[in-house]
């Protein structure tokens, strides 16, 4: 058995609301506290939720239950008054499911009182402040471990300012944004350096000294914009190119002392896995599994999971840079037969794995990254200023990716420049980008894919307020 027991949100007095106090609701610190209680267990696996059947009971795990896709369980065991044996059976009823359970400050009580001999936890104390739970693991007839959970919020907290400056294949790019204990997120400032160091380097290739240079003035303007806009936090990340360039651990070293704070180079998994969690707190995921993907400069990251988690992700060497560089056939764009060697390489490289994501039923491809979003502003024909905001679920057709394809093989670069919703930075990669995604979906059976406007550094924002020691 695994149970996380909570104890219902703050809600309004007694008396200040209906004369039935079960219908008594949340008030809104007690709905801030409910929208922390669903971040505090995002990635932890639910199967049920149960609930008493009084109202501010149920609005504290709503949240929780429509991130996840369950139905709340009524459960008139739990409700205010319930005796011990009543509360019990409601506990011994979940079986091997991993359930949360909200109900009273009383029945927490009686359970643990009744309990607390055969319970082993690191907090002696039987505290029950709102909105905090026990996890409770084991067999309730034998041994039981039981760990006390303070609430993740508190109606004091206030957003931390983060910086995250991510040194991608593409580009270098600044983002500050106020993250809320919730897990809202409010921009503050974005800045971009396109440097395209995956396009200069080849397997077991340097980054070139003076892109190296160049790197460091990148870095050093961005950290002075971090710091007039009073980030609290600084956090510098690095993929792809990094990752794969012989002197990338050593640039690395170079730039973290710089800006004076360590640069994390991601692995494939990590940075796969860190997408995914900005789509679960981003998008209305449920228990059913949803493919995100994120299409950068130097790599492509692949993964399956759903609002508990990640189940699996790889990352492969598709970045739309990496093959602009090798397959671009000049500047009006990869004629036909360059396509189709393109087409035919992403499908090489997506062979090994195309049966193993289709057996695991992904429903819906999630998908960011700068090529994304710019061939959804051509496609949608966004202003090419639009706020990633904006695109946030818009759907981008595989059939609509096609015809794209085909206008931008026979545009010219000056004729690209005019197509509405293009971005100049990366008109010359758009063709190659647009293939990649289109084949992708293709392969692994899909005809349209759903924009997410969050991704890697987002998920490494919200990481670093769930918990700061992930960003040392």
């Given at each position: 058995m695994?149970?996380r027991?909570?104890r219902?949100?703050k809600?309004?007095?007694?008396g200040?609301g209906?004369?039935?106090d079960a219908l008594?609701?949340l008030?809104?610190e007690?709905?801030?506290?409910a929208?922390?209680?669903?971040?505090?267990l995002d990635g932890q696996?639910i199967?049920?939720i149960?609930s008493?059947p009084?109202?501010r009971c149920?609005?504290?795990?709503?949240?929780l239950?429509k991130?996840r896709g369950l139905?709340?369980?009524?459960?008139?065991?739990?409700?205010?008054?319930?005796?011990?044996?009543k509360?019990a059976?409601a506990?011994?009823?979940?079986?091997e499911?991993?359930?949360?359970?909200c109900?009273?400050?009383d029945?927490?009580?009686k359970?643990?009182g009744?309990l607390?001999?055969?319970v082993?936890a690191?907090?002696?104390?039987l505290?029950r402040?709102k909105?905090s739970?026990w996890?409770l693991?084991?067999?309730?007839?034998?041994?039981?471990k039981?760990q006390y959970?303070?609430?993740?919020?508190?109606?004091?907290e206030e957003?931390?300012?983060v910086?995250?400056?991510?040194?991608?294949?593409s580009s270098f790019h600044?983002?500050?944004?106020?993250?809320g204990?919730?897990?809202?997120?409010?921009?503050?400032?974005?800045?971009?350096?396109?440097?395209?160091?995956?396009?200069?380097?080849s397997?077991?290739?340097?980054?070139p000294l003076a892109?190296?240079d160049r790197?460091?003035?990148s870095?050093l303007?961005l950290?002075?914009v971090?710091e007039s806009v009073?980030a609290?936090?600084?956090?510098?990340?690095?993929?792809?190119a990094?990752r794969?360039a012989?002197?990338g651990?050593?640039?690395a070293r170079v730039?973290?002392?710089?800006i004076?704070?360590h640069?994390?180079?991601?692995?494939?998994?990590d940075e796969a896995r860190?997408?995914?969690?900005a789509f679960?707190r981003r998008?209305d995921?449920?228990?059913?599994p949803?493919?995100?993907?994120?299409l950068?400069?130097?790599?492509l990251e692949l993964?399956?999971?759903?609002a508990?988690?990640?189940?699996?992700?790889?990352?492969?060497?598709l970045?739309?840079?990496?093959?602009h560089?090798r397959?671009?056939?000049?500047?009006?764009?990869?004629?036909?037969?360059a396509?189709?060697?393109?087409r035919?390489?992403?499908?090489r490289?997506l062979?090994?794995?195309?049966d193993e994501?289709r057996?695991?039923g992904p429903?819906?491809?999630i998908a960011?990254g700068g090529?994304?979003r710019?061939?959804a502003?051509?496609?949608l024909?966004r202003?090419?200023?639009?706020?990633?905001?904006?695109?946030?679920?818009?759907e981008l057709k595989t059939?609509a990716?096609?015809k794209l394809i085909?206008?931008?093989r026979?545009?010219?670069h000056?004729g690209r420049l005019?197509?509405?919703?293009?971005?100049?930075?990366?008109?010359?990669?758009l063709?190659?980008?647009?293939v990649?995604v289109a084949?992708?979906?293709?392969?692994l059976?899909?005809d349209r894919l759903?924009?997410?406007?969050?991704?890697?550094?987002e998920?490494?924002?919200?990481d670093a307020v769930?918990?700061?020691t992930?960003?040392d």
């Amino acid at each position: 058995m695994r149970v996380r027991l909570i104890r219902r949100a703050k809600a309004g007095r007694r008396g200040s609301g209906p004369r039935n106090d079960a219908l008594r609701p949340l008030s809104e610190e007690g709905r801030a506290q409910a929208r922390g209680l669903m971040e505090q267990l995002d990635g932890q696996r639910i199967d049920r939720i149960l609930s008493s059947p009084y109202q501010r009971c149920l609005e504290t795990v709503e949240p929780l239950a429509k991130r996840r896709g369950l139905e709340i369980e009524v459960d008139d065991r739990l409700a205010e008054g319930a005796s011990t044996s009543k509360a019990a059976a409601a506990l011994r009823s979940v079986g091997e499911s991993e359930a949360a359970i909200c109900t009273h400050s009383d029945v927490i009580g009686k359970l643990l009182g009744e309990l607390a001999p055969r319970v082993k936890a690191r907090d002696k104390r039987l505290r029950r402040r709102k909105a905090s739970m026990w996890l409770l693991e084991g067999d309730l007839d034998g041994k039981l471990k039981g760990q006390y959970e303070p609430p993740s919020l508190r109606h004091d907290e206030e957003p931390r300012r983060v910086a995250v400056v991510d040194l991608g294949s593409s580009s270098f790019h600044l983002l500050v944004g106020d993250v809320g204990p919730d897990g809202s997120i409010e921009r503050v400032v974005r800045e971009r350096d396109m440097l395209r160091l995956g396009a200069l380097i080849s397997e077991h290739a340097r980054i070139p000294l003076a892109d190296c240079d160049r790197a460091i003035e990148s870095v050093l303007r961005l950290r002075d914009v971090a710091e007039s806009v009073a980030a609290e936090q600084l956090i510098a990340i690095a993929t792809s190119a990094f990752r794969e360039a012989r002197n990338g651990n050593l640039l690395a070293r170079v730039l973290g002392r710089v800006i004076g704070t360590h640069v994390i180079i991601l692995s494939g998994s990590d940075e796969a896995r860190t997408i995914f969690s900005a789509f679960r707190r981003r998008m209305d995921l449920g228990p059913k599994p949803e493919l995100g993907l994120d299409l950068g400069g130097g790599s492509l990251e692949l993964a399956v999971g759903n609002a508990s988690g990640v189940d699996w992700e790889t990352t492969l060497p598709l970045g739309a840079v990496r093959l602009h560089q090798r397959f671009d056939g000049g500047a009006a764009g990869p004629p036909e037969s360059a396509e189709a060697r393109l087409r035919q390489h992403i499908r090489r490289q997506l062979a090994p794995l195309r049966d193993e994501i289709r057996s695991q039923g992904p429903e819906r491809c999630i998908a960011t990254g700068g090529t994304v979003r710019s061939l959804a502003r051509v496609v949608l024909g966004r202003d090419a200023q639009t706020e990633d905001t904006s695109l946030l679920g818009a759907e981008l057709k595989t059939s609509a990716l096609a015809k794209l394809i085909q206008k931008l093989r026979q545009t010219s670069h000056e004729g690209r420049l005019a197509i509405p919703g293009m971005n100049p930075r990366r008109a010359d990669i758009l063709p190659v980008g647009a293939v990649i995604v289109a084949t992708v979906l293709e392969e692994l059976g899909f005809d349209r894919l759903v924009v997410c406007d969050w991704g890697l550094r987002e998920g490494i924002m919200l990481d670093a307020v769930r918990d700061p020691t992930r960003s040392d």
